[in-house]
Every structure is written in C-alpha cells, then in structure tokens.
T-cell receptor, first 111, second 116 residues
C-alpha cells in the first residue's frame, strides 16, 4: 500500500457545485495532515491543516477519520479559480518536518 | 518577503552535462528540502537539511545526484552527468517550525530541467 493515496481525477464540475476528495494514508502514527494546492506550472502552496477531527475555512472543509485512516477535502460553491491539483500531505513521524505528498487530485471547474 | 528563490527557472542541457540548481531559503527558516516532480512519479523528496546538515538523503536517485548546503542561506543540487530521465521540475522548500511543530513548507517556483 502506498503511504498516501489519492484518486487522480480529473473531477470536472460546474461552478457552484460541491465536490469532495478523499485521501488514504498508511502510517497510523501520523498526527497532523495537510492539503496543498498546486496550480498548473506553479509550486504547491498550503491550503489547509488538519490537526484533530476536522477544520473549516470558508468554502473549504477538511475532515479526518483516524480509525479508517483517511482525510477528505470538501469544496462548496466551486469557483472557476478553484481549478487546480489538490495534494494530500502526511508528515513522517520522528521530527524534522518530513512530508509525504500524494500524487494529487485534479479539479476542473467549468462555467 | 522574497520567498524561496530558485535559479535557474529553466534549464535545457544535453545528456552528460553537469547541471547545478540553486536555492535560497526564506531567511530564518532552518530546514530545507529538495523535491523532484514528474507526471509519472509525482512529488518526490530527494534530500533535506536541518540547520545546514543533511538529515535524510534516501530519496536521492543515485550517485549522480549530490546536494550541499554550505550556509543557512544557500543550497545546491548537482546532477553529474545528467541523463534524459532526470528531466523534471525540481523544487526547493523551506520551513520554520511553529508551536504545533507546523509542517507548512514554503516552496520556491521550481527549476524546469530538460535533458536532451
């Protein structure tokens, strides 16, 4: 099993739609999780951190299910500007901030 | 704040040539990471430094790759000799810990390397 697994997509949705991505991880000791966003031909940037059961930031909600070892990202009222690749990120325990990135889920929002 | 700076932004070279990628982390950040991104393999960690000391280089593909961090404000990733399969985008990232031991890594714009 890969350390971090994501559905690559693409998810093609109309503006205003609600879309959800899931991510599974293998290291049960991981305590915190992250979603990064990467625009085409750009660098990844932190979107949200998830430290407990979940986190909400405007239209974005991240949830964590430790028992099943998966993390989800929900985007409500999708905008054209949400089109990007969303990377699920899991730290490696043991310090030094080493991260394992998922392959990413591509989202395309159309008019 | 200038962010993480990488140079060059684009590099096209011929197989067998030496390639040197450069990175300047954000001032005050004490950890630096080198990644490689391809369509097939996604974003892979190559090596990372903490306080200028290499901590984990298990992601370095082979002996043709080497990385150095001579001081807190500069790091290089060198490929010698380069091969076409090294073609990728190479990112440098740096981090400053927070009270949660935050893992927010700040990425540079990347170097797009093409080896012909």
């Amino acid at each position: 099993r890969k350390e971090v697994e994501q559905d690559p997509g693409p998810f093609n949705v109309p503006e205003g739609a609600t879309v959800a991505f899931n991510c599974t991880y293998s290291n049960s000791a991981s305590q915190s999780f992250f979603w990064y966003r990467q625009d085409c031909r750009k660098e990844p940037k932190l979107l949200m951190s998830v430290y407990s059961s979940g986190n909400e930031d405007g239209r974005f909600t991240a949830q964590l299910n430790r028992a099943s070892q998966y993390i989800s990202l929900l985007i409500r009222d999708s905008k054209l500007s949400d089109s990007a690749t969303y990377l699920c990120v899991v730290p490696i325990s043991g310090g030094y901030n080493k991260l394992i990135f998922g392959a990413g889920t591509r989202l395309a929002v159309h008019p | 704040d200038a962010g993480v700076i990488q140079s060059p932004r684009h590099e096209v070279t011929e197989m067998g040539q030496e390639v040197t990628l450069r990175c300047k982390p954000i001032s005050g950040h004490n950890s630096l990471f080198w990644y490689r991104q391809t369509m097939m393999r996604g974003l892979e960690l190559l090596i990372y430094f903490n306080n200028n000391v290499p901590i984990d280089d298990s992601g370095m593909p082979e002996d043709r790759f080497s990385a150095k961090m001579p001081n807190a404000s500069f790091s290089t990733l060198k490929i010698q000799p380069s091969e076409p399969r090294d073609s990728a985008v190479y990112f440098c990232a740096s981090i400053i810990p927070t009270f949660r031991g935050s893992n927010e890594q700040f990425f540079g714009p990347g170097t797009r390397l093409t080896v012909l």
